[in-house]
């Protein structure tokens, strides 16, 4: 792998780089600057840095008071104790309170790998997409990542990133990275028709495109759809979707209940109940080990998706 940024890296990147002129930026953690990546941040810019330990309620309060004060907050936080310990308060001092709150949920889904269910983050697409005024997004790349922060810093309303802890493989590059707020980015086969459709978002759209490969040298065509805003989901695309081709996979690093698959098989059901398959996380607690050795066995990588694709078609 040559990237070795991770998003969470990029993510401090692009707030340091406005930081320096917008002194309304405030950057707070759970105790978690390291895991966050945002170290350099809270030494470059002491003053527009608040530490609250580990106190994942209290994060998410004093962001929603900064943010009535005309702030533009960042709350970082695991995304494991982020969307469950201080759910409340994401329910109520930001989301019905519509407050300018970033939620960064940092090492999502499996991302802490050996220490368990306790420290992984499969249910928070759900949780924080049932939210209203909540959005949701799982960007897939460090450049995209740096596109929606960008995009984060231009308005006012509460939204949930969620990102890995370790570096993943660039799908775009800083000259070509296609993107537009709450429209999802197709990869290869839009408007196309093809045999089957590849949905997914974070961390597995890397995989998803090299299914679509795979498959391509079986005689098997395949669009791909990088779905980074998962809420609000970009409807027209799926719609196009599922009309273009004779199945759609969902991929996902998530609960199988409530997250990408779900939302997809629901307009795919409204639009002409064209078939989905949903590759997720299972519902059971997930085994121990690298992101990678946890996607291998559960068959979320390239040889996964590509088997599940031949398998809808066959």
Same mark, same amino acid.
């Given at each position: 792998m040559a990237n070795k940024i991770p998003n969470r890296q990029a993510i401090c990147d692009t707030?340091? !780089?406005? !930081?320096?002129?917008?002194?309304?930026?405030?950057?707070?953690?759970?105790?978690?600057?390291?895991? !966050?990546?945002?170290?350099?941040?809270?030494?470059?810019?002491?003053?527009?840095?608040?530490?609250?330990?580990?106190?994942?309620?209290?994060?998410?309060?004093?962001? =929603?008071?900064?943010?009535?004060c005309g702030k533009k907050v960042f709350a970082a936080s695991p995304a494991c104790f982020l969307s469950t310990r201080s759910y409340e308060q994401a329910k109520v001092d930001v989301a019905y309170?519509?407050?300018?709150?970033?939620?960064?949920?940092?090492?999502?889904g499996v991302s802490y790998g050996a220490l368990g269910m306790s420290?992984?983050?499969?249910? %928070? +697409?759900? !949780?924080?997409?049932?939210?209203p005024?909540?959005?949701?997004?799982?960007?897939?790349?460090?450049h995209q990542t740096k596109c929606l922060i960008e995009a984060l810093l231009q308005d006012e309303k509460p939204a949930y990133i969620r990102v890995g802890r370790n570096p993943v493989e660039d799908i775009y590059t800083e000259e070509n990275c296609p993107f537009t707020m709450d429209k999802a980015t197709w990869l290869?086969?839009?408007?196309?028709?093809? %045999?089957? &459709?590849?949905?997914?978002?974070?961390?597995?759209?890397?995989?998803?495109?090299?299914?679509?490969?795979?498959?391509?040298?079986g005689?098997?065509?395949?669009?791909?759809? %990088?779905?980074y805003?998962?809420?609000?989901?970009?409807?027209?695309?799926?719609?196009? =979707?599922?009309?273009?081709?004779?199945?759609?996979?969902?991929?996902?690093?998530?609960?199988?209940?409530?997250?990408?698959?779900?939302?997809?098989?629901? +307009?795919?059901?409204e639009t002409g109940g064209v078939r989905v398959q949903n590759l997720s996380l299972p519902d059971a607690p997930v085994i121990t080990g690298t992101s990678q050795e946890v996607f291998d066995?559960?068959?979320?990588? &390239?040889?996964?998706?590509?088997k599940a694709a031949k398998e809808m078609l066959s």
């Open positions: 707030l340091m !780089a406005h !930081a320096e002129t917008d002194k309304s930026i405030f950057v707070l953690c759970s105790d978690s600057r390291g895991s !966050a990546s945002l170290t350099k941040f809270a030494e470059t810019y002491p003053e527009q840095f608040v530490e609250m330990g580990i106190a994942e309620q209290n994060l998410v309060s004093v962001g =929603a008071g900064l943010a009535s309170s519509n407050t300018n709150v970033k939620l960064i949920g940092i090492s999502g420290h992984h983050s499969a249910q %928070d +697409i759900a !949780a924080m997409s049932a939210l005024n909540m959005r949701v997004y799982l960007p897939s790349d460090r290869c086969g839009e408007g196309e028709q093809a %045999d089957v &459709a590849i949905i997914a978002c974070g961390e597995l759209v890397k995989p998803a495109l090299d299914a679509a490969d795979l498959l391509k040298k005689g098997i065509s395949a669009s791909v759809l %990088d779905m805003c998962v809420k609000p989901m970009d409807r027209k695309a799926v719609e196009k =979707a599922a009309k273009n081709t004779k199945a759609i996979v969902t991929v996902e690093e998530h609960s199988p209940y409530g997250g990408l698959g779900a939302m997809v098989s629901q +307009i795919a059901a066995y559960y068959g979320l990588n &390239a040889e996964g998706i590509a």
